[in-house]
C-alpha cells in the first residue's frame, strides 16, 4: 500500500514506483471510485499500452539517425533525406512511426516528395475547378 498527500489545490503525486508500474504518461486519465467511505483510482485507457521494446545498441544507433531525419522530414520536406529500410524498421519498432505508414518515410517516398515540391515551386501543376473538370482534363 501507498500513502499519498493531498497537497494545495486538491493535488497528489503518484509515486515513481506506481507511475512506472502502472506505465502511467502524462494524459493518462484515473477515475476516482468511491464506495462506503473508500475511495480507489482506476486507469482508463481505450487500448493497453505496449511494453517499450528492447533494442541493441546498433539499434540505439540507428535510432539516433531516425529521430534526426523524421524531425529534418518534419521541419523542411522539400529538402530533407527519407529514412533507409533499418532506420524505417527501428522508428516502427520504437513507436516514432505508425508501423502501416514506414512507406511514406523511405528515402525512395521522400524523394517523390521532393520532386513534387519542385514541381509546385515551378509552376509544373495545374488547378481545376471541379472533380469533373479533372476528370475531362484526363479523357484530352
Do not use: C, Y
Not at 43 to 62: C, F, G, N
Amino acid at each position: 500500500m501507498t500513502i499519498v498527500k493531498i497537497r494545495a489545490k486538491h493535488q497528489i503525486t503518484l509515486p515513481k514506483p506506481i507511475v512506472e508500474a502502472l506505465r502511467l504518461e502524462v494524459g493518462d486519465r484515473l477515475e476516482l471510485v468511491t464506495r462506503n467511505g473508500n475511495g480507489t483510482l482506476v486507469l482508463k485507457r481505450v487500448a493497453e499500452k505496449a511494453a517499450k521494446p528492447k533494442l541493441s545498441a546498433k539499434d540505439l544507433q540507428t535510432l539516433k539517425s531516425a529521430k534526426r531525419k523524421i524531425a529534418a522530414i518534419q521541419k523542411d520536406l522539400p529538402t530533407a533525406k527519407g529514412l533507409t529500410r533499418a532506420e524505417v524498421d527501428v522508428a516502427a519498432k520504437a513507436g516514432l512511426i505508425d508501423p502501416d505508414q514506414r512507406w511514406w518515410w523511405t528515402e525512395e517516398w521522400q524523394a517523390g516528395e521532393r520532386g513534387a515540391e519542385r514541381d509546385i515551386a515551378e509552376g509544373r501543376t495545374e488547378t481545376f475547378g471541379s472533380v469533373e473538370a479533372f476528370i475531362n482534363s484526363l479523357r484530352s
